[in-house]
């Protein structure tokens, strides 16, 4: 196997001195060297043919004992000098320290038809970062993280991707539900690709250890190979960096609220200076369309990132990036212009979003009204969102309310809480609805048409997510396999794969792992 070699990161940046792999505050430095574990039964589960290609791998390469050994972490490619990176973060709101990838080891960066890729395997082992952790990873994880990357990228969110997921042969104990049960669980090694990995942490951390030379470089070498249309230089360089990065947050989470995906740990740690979707941890989709829900049962109290304060979250990790980057700016004034402008921006994103999700060609004044009214029909009764807006598709111009709601009704989880007030608001609405489609000139057919091109027919429910895990578990792959098939075209109507465009079975509404979900992964 010919690998493309090609590091800039840690050729660019000064590495940690300390060659130890022992856990300590990394000062001076972006990153340490370090060698991932060896594992006991290194097992190839599931590859990316897509990203193989990215790479240029072949899918020969991919079935060797060389490959399963590179991307396990038990041999180290021949050009390479695997990583670490430094890196603080302000989790659930609070100031943590130091961080830094403490299961994460970074192999090596590849060049391919002018493509740069950083490639890092998740699950490899300890490093100075691990803190009190074991730098594991187990399989149930993994398939989450693995699956569901692959997924965005196909639905068209800004994502981090996987290459390859592995079984390591080796136990791993973790206490899912942090009550005192811990367990062993099967180890498992995602290997994840994106143009770079840095955090809004990685500024954060030389920006309170006050080390403004390596920020200076950090961010420098960020812009350099990450945001090269920005060619001016001094303090408005790093204005500039700063707004890209506003901007590549606010789309990134306009197309979480368009598929309804919940992130449910964005810390800033968690969030990428490339405006990515980074660590599938426990993240969740919605079923129920509900502003205040989060999978993620450690925030289960506070809600700090539910569905409906994505948005917020991302303008109060900007303002802690922002405070980050301001030794290399030196002016409050116009960082806070930026952030200003969030809100507005934001706000209108998302109503454009949400006019393509509703079939809307034109502009009008009156759409947010319809988008608002629109909320809070979804949030009487419990409605899927997915199915919700793919069958809104099929509603007619045409149509009386009576009609549309025949269309639309699949999507409440109960039909018999639907009467009275509940129905009576879904009427008005639908006639809301069909009076303003009536405005537009386009036919019926290409409303349907653009409205499929947005509002997909397959995510990945969190109950799929289980049934794989499930029989992963006991060593059969197949759904494995046919989730990443389905998912690679959530916008087809793939019929032999209708069965997966159904609500949530009943079994999985409070099941452990389907909607409820801690960190221990
Ligand atoms: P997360 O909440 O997964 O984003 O993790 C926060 C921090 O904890 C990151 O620095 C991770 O690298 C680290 N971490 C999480 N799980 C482990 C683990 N099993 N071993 C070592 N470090 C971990
Ligand atoms: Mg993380």
Redesign the pocket.
């Known amino acids: 196997m010919k690998i493309n070699v090609s590091n800039t990161f840690n050729l660019e940046l000064p590495a940690d001195k300390n060659r130890e792999n022992d856990r300590r505050q990394v000062l001076e430095a972006c990153f340490s060297y370090v060698n991932p574990k060896k594992t006991k039964a290194p097992e190839l589960i599931h590859v990316s043919d897509e990203m193989l290609n990215e790479l240029g791998i072949s899918k020969e390469d991919s079935l060797s004992t060389n490959f399963i050994e590179i991307f396990t972490g038990n041999k180290v490619y021949p050009e390479s000098k695997p990583y670490a990176m430094c890196?603080g973060?302000h989790?659930f709101g609070n100031w943590a320290g130091q961080?830094?990838?403490?299961?994460?080891i970074n192999l090596f960066e590849i060049n391919h038809n002018d493509k740069q890729w950083a490639v890092q395997l998740k699950?490899a082992g300890?490093?100075p970062?691990?803190?009190s952790?074991?730098?594991?990873?187990v399989l149930r994880s993994s398939i989450r993280e693995y699956l569901c990357s692959e997924a965005m990228h196909h639905l068209g969110v800004p994502t981090t991707r996987a290459l390859s997921l592995c079984q390591s042969g080796d136990q791993v104990l973790r206490d899912i539900l942090y009550n005192g049960n811990p367990a062993y669980e099967k180890g498992a090694i995602v290997c994840r690709v994106a143009p770079s990995f840095i955090r809004f942490g990685n500024f954060e951390i030389q920006s309170a250890r006050k080390n403004h030379i390596l920020l200076k470089k950090l961010t420098d070498y960020t812009i350099k190979h990450f945001f090269p249309k920005i060619t001016i230089t001094g303090k408005d360089k790093y204005l500039e960096f700063f707004k890209v990065v506003c901007n590549k947050t606010i789309d990134m989470i306009i197309h979480w609220q368009r598929v309804g995906f919940v992130h449910g740990?964005m810390?800033t740690?968690?969030m990428s200076i490339l405006g990515l979707t980074i660590?599938y941890?426990p993240y969740g989709w919605l079923e129920g369309y509900d502003h205040t829900w989060t999978p993620n049962t450690t925030d289960a109290q506070q809600r700090r990132y539910r569905f409906g304060n994505q948005m917020y979250i991302g303008l109060w990790n900007l303002f802690k990036l922002a405070n980050a980057i301001y030794p290399l700016i030196e002016e409050t004034k116009s960082l806070q212009n930026i952030l200003d402008s969030y809100n507005d921006l934001y706000e209108e994103r998302y109503v454009n979003m949400m006019r393509k999700k509703l079939g809307f060609e034109m502009a009008l004044e009156e759409d947010n009204k319809i988008i608002n009214k629109l909320e809070i029909a979804l949030q009487l009764i419990e409605t899927d969102m997915t199915i919700f807006f793919r069958n809104l598709g099929l509603v007619n111009k045409e149509f009386k309310a009576s009609e549309a709601i025949e269309i639309i009704k699949d999507a409440f989880y109960s039909f018999t809480d639907f009467k009275n007030q509940v129905k009576q608001e879904w009427i008005a609405w639908l006639e809301l609805y069909l009076k303003r489609l009536k405005k537009e000139e386009i036919s019926n057919k290409r409303k349907l048409q653009n409205m499929n091109l947005v509002n997909p027919k397959y995510v990945f429910r969190n109950y799929m997510a289980q049934l794989a895990i499930d029989r992963a578990e006991v060593g059969d792959y197949q759904l494995i396999e046919e989730f990443y098939m389905m998912l690679k075209k959530p916008y087809n109507e793939q019929p032999e794969f209708q069965k997966w465009f159904s609500k949530r079975p009943d079994w999985a509404r409070n099941k452990v792992g389907c909607s409820m979900l801690s960190?221990s992964?």
């Open positions: 890196y973060g989790q961080l830094g990838d403490g299961r994460a699950g300890e490093t970062y691990s803190r952790a074991d730098g594991l990873a740990v810390n740690d968690n660590d941890g960190c992964s």
